[in-house]
């Protein structure tokens, strides 16, 4: 049989197969299933900064109505209230009680907004007892009067504040629109990430013509997505050679893992794939991962990881703009479209 195990923020894991956050992850019911399927490692779903503040406003508007007109109002603020169990609360008690039912790593992960939440919420985490802690930066550099190099200044700020207050290993989830990933890269593990998690998919809104309104919509990731991050991960492997490296987006199939370690990523994270066929489809993923690597004579992951990396590749260049080129002359007209020389 061909080694699966490999090694991820400084954990030992079975698999490199990882169930990213979603629905199924944060439910003991589910991580169970996931855990007997074989994954590596489980990401739990977001605690989000802004649902903790919206939930703490809405208890005082709650306990507090009517007290602006009636003075007696205050007596009937219940007693024990304050007991009552927060969204902080029931996540770190969901850490504990997954870790509990689990053999694998649980690796939490958190959202915040402000530099205060981040800390105070990495601490709380850590005492909990996840094996380790995804910073989920995700934002919308919307503000005019911030220049780039403002926002990026203030990311790893915030991450290395966050890597010296715990002992837990950090990983930092990305979006792709850094001004120069290779450079923000470098100083995010520079600033005490132990690796990298890419990328985040930013979820459009969409727009309703005919209501005027903005439309939420959720669109699960599909396998071509999976280029992008597969670029970047091969491109950081030789510059981040100490750090982690985590492939999410568009990991469908055994062979989508294989091209995330063959670029050089640790693991391959998959949450779509596990939301539209159950947690047992881990399984299929490793039965064909495990085929692929015995078709081409990989006796272990570790010979496998990173050797199609920018370093590793008979032609970096593919990785870089001459890829681009490439990919234009690539394409093909349909038959109907195919010029044809006038007649004479």
Not at 121 to 150: F, Q
Not at 234 to 241: E, S, T, Y
Request: aromatic fraction near 8%; hydrophobic fraction near 40%; charge should be negative.
């Amino acid at each position: 049989m061909t080694e699966l195990r490999t090694s991820y923020l400084g954990l030992d894991l079975r698999s490199p197969i990882v169930a990213s956050a979603s629905p199924l992850t944060g439910v003991i019911e589910t991580a169970e299933r996931i855990d007997a399927a074989g994954a590596g490692a489980i990401v739990l779903p977001s605690l989000f900064e802004e649902e903790i503040v919206h939930e703490e406003v809405s208890m005082q508007d709650v306990l507090y109505a009517g007290t602006e007109h009636f003075a007696e109002a205050l007596d009937y603020y219940p007693s024990g209230a304050q007991d009552f169990p927060s969204i902080t609360d029931r996540y770190l008690a969901r850490i504990s009680d997954i870790k509990h039912h689990v053999g694998i790593p649980v690796i939490a992960s958190l959202n915040a907004t402000s530099r205060g939440a981040w800390i105070r919420y990495a601490r709380l985490i850590e005492e909990a007892g996840a094996d380790a802690l995804e910073l989920n930066l995700y934002r919308v550099a919307a503000d005019p009067y911030r220049s780039g190099s403002d926002v990026e200044k203030a990311d790893i700020e915030l991450i290395e504040e966050v890597c010296s207050t715990v002992s837990m290993p950090v990983a930092v989830k990305l979006s792709p629109y850094y001004s120069s990933m290779a450079h923000f890269g470098q100083a995010v593990v520079g600033a005490g990430a132990a690796g990298l998690v890419l990328f985040n998919r930013f979820y459009q809104p969409d727009l309703d013509v005919d209501t005027r309104e903005v439309v939420v919509k959720l669109e699960l990731s599909h396998p071509w997505e999976i280029r992008l991050p597969l670029r970047w991960i091969a491109i950081l492997r030789p510059l981040l050679d100490s750090a982690s490296l985590a492939l999410t987006s568009g990991v469908h199939s055994g062979r989508d893992v294989a091209k995330a370690l063959l670029a050089g990523a640790d693991v391959a994270m998959t949450t779509s794939a596990l939301l539209h066929n159950g947690p047992e489809y881990l399984s299929v993923l490793h039965t064909e991962l495990g085929a692929w690597l015995e078709e081409h004579e990989y006796s272990s992951v570790d010979q496998l990881r990173g050797s199609m990396s920018y370093s590793s590749s008979d032609d970096p260049s593919a990785f870089e703009r001459s890829n681009y080129v490439k990919t234009l002359r690539s394409w093909t007209a349909p038959p109907n479209l195919t010029p044809t020389s006038p007649s004479s």
